[in-house]
């Protein structure tokens, strides 16, 4: 079992930055591809951003890409999601999610593959 516990959203004007942290326990980390994903109201649940468990390969999709920074920390059992020039439309709950995962360049992209998440914390970027 991974427990994840997601910190540091808020409110943000447009263009401000803000950083997610995602702290896991329970097993070990070094071997879980991690991803970070939202929900809008009234939206399915989107990947924003996923990373390998080397931390040498990442994702994005294509609305966040050049703005988001994924990072992780194996020695701190962290991973970190940088949100910079935010935009209205980046207002969401951001979840973190975990699997395990050996494959050196390749980390899920899809929510379905995913076993463990967090509660969530919200981010709201006001226009």
């Known amino acids: 079992q991974v427990q994840l516990v997601e910190s540091g959203g808020g409110l943000v004007q447009a263009g401000g930055s803000l950083r997610l942290s995602c702290a896991a326990s329970?097993?070990?980390?070094?071997?879980?591809?991690m991803g970070w994903f939202r929900q809008a109201p009234g939206k399915e649940r989107e990947t924003v951003a996923v990373?390998?468990?080397?931390?040498?390969?990442?994702y994005y999709t294509d609305s966040v890409r050049g703005r988001f920074t994924i990072s992780r920390d194996n020695a701190r059992n962290t991973v970190y999601l940088q949100m910079n020039s935010l935009k209205p439309e980046d207002t969401a709950v951001y979840y973190c999610?975990?699997?395990?995962?050996?494959?050196?360049?390749?980390?899920?992209?899809?929510?379905?593959?995913?076993?463990?998440w967090g509660q969530g914390t919200q981010v709201t970027v006001s226009s």
């Open positions: 999610a975990a699997t395990e995962n050996y494959e050196k360049d390749y980390a899920p992209t899809v929510t379905h593959e995913y076993d463990y």
């Open positions: 329970g097993r070990t980390f070094s071997f879980l591809a």
């Open positions: 990373i390998t468990w080397n931390g040498l390969s990442t």
